[in-house]
């Protein structure tokens, strides 16, 4: 049956596999002071950026590809798909993103919407006075 | 003869493991993660680890199910994504069971964590961002679940076997 050597096995693999989300954490809460934005890719390529932390009010974007189309939603500091035609629906599950690092994919229509934390010198974004 | 008995055998194993994949494409799995499934053809994987007495088998038998697989449903990218999981999968309960120190369970449970951790490599590559490994905790969570599931299934499964004499018959010629 289960040995010791097995519960060590497996808690410094579940201990390894949180590392890379530890990274991500980490760097996002030291950067998070400047407020948020939200970047659309498509295809691996930059599609669109969206502030986030200034954001007011709902809008919604809906972005057609060769494989279907995903419709997001903008609510106040929130992002998320809300509709897509995928298979899957993972994208649509996730739900709202608010803070830096989180991310809603869509694999089949290779879409992904990714929270950051603004950098001060980032020359995408426009900030509201 | 006894090439004939080794062929017959091993598609045997592929057969198995081909109609435990369809049947578990007709579960209903509550959503955990994007990814995660119960893995049931793996099942099958593990046996052959322990069964066969060549561990070349073992990866020929792997790799014509997710071929098949592929024929059968799922498409390029699934393809993809189970042969990077399969080969991370098997080669860690290759190095996991050569090691001697871990149970059927936890080389079992590292195969499902590592093949979760395959496919996550795959995603990131996919859609070209390394956020997607903010899913590996919760994927490597699922892995060890199923993992655990399946290497349990495969030790009664495995202590039964062995009371046929085809299993000694395997042994010896295989």
């Given amino acids: ?129 | 003869m006894n090439k004939t008995f080794h062929l017959i055998i091993l598609s045997l194993f592929v057969a198995q493991s081909l109609v435990l994949y369809i049947v578990e494409g007709m579960l209903p799995v509550p959503f955990i993660a994007p990814g995660a499934k119960l893995g049931l053809a793996n099942l099958i994987t593990v046996i052959a680890l322990y069964a066969l007495p060549r561990k070349r088998d073992v990866a020929l038998i792997l790799l014509l199910r997710i071929i098949l697989s592929t024929a059968f449903g799922g498409g390029i990218n699934a393809f993809f994504y189970s042969v990077s999981g399969a080969a991370l999968s098997l080669g860690s309960m290759l190095v996991f069971q050569k090691c001697g120190k871990f149970s059927l369970i936890g080389v079992s449970a590292a195969g499902g964590i590592f093949h979760n951790f395959g496919q996550v490599l795959v995603a990131c590559f996919i859609v070209e961002n390394m956020k997607i490994m903010l899913y590996l905790p919760v994927l490597a969570v699922a892995g060890t679940g199923t993992g655990i599931l399946i290497g349990i299934t495969a030790m009664v499964t495995l202590k039964h076997l062995q009371k046929l004499p085809l299993y000694k018959r395997i042994q010896q010629t295989c």
Avoid at chain 1, 103 to 125: G, R, Y
């Fill in chain 1, 1 to 129: 049956m289960i040995r010791k050597w097995d519960v060590a096995l497996i808690v410094s693999l579940l201990i390894l596999s949180c590392i890379p989300a530890a990274l991500f954490w980490a760097s996002g809460q030291a950067a998070s002071a400047n407020g948020t934005h939200a970047i659309i890719y498509v295809n691996g390529k930059k599609y669109k950026t969206i502030p986030l932390s200034e954001h007011h009010g709902t809008d919604t974007l809906t972005i057609r590809t060769s494989s279907g189309y995903n419709t997001i939603l903008i609510r106040d500091e929130e992002i998320a798909i809300i509709d897509a035609d995928c298979p899957d629906q993972v994208c649509v599950h996730e739900g709202f993103l608010k803070n830096p690092g989180q991310t809603s994919v869509c694999l089949p229509h290779k879409v992904m919407v990714e929270v950051q934390a603004n950098d001060a010198s980032d020359p995408d974004i426009i900030r509201a006075r």
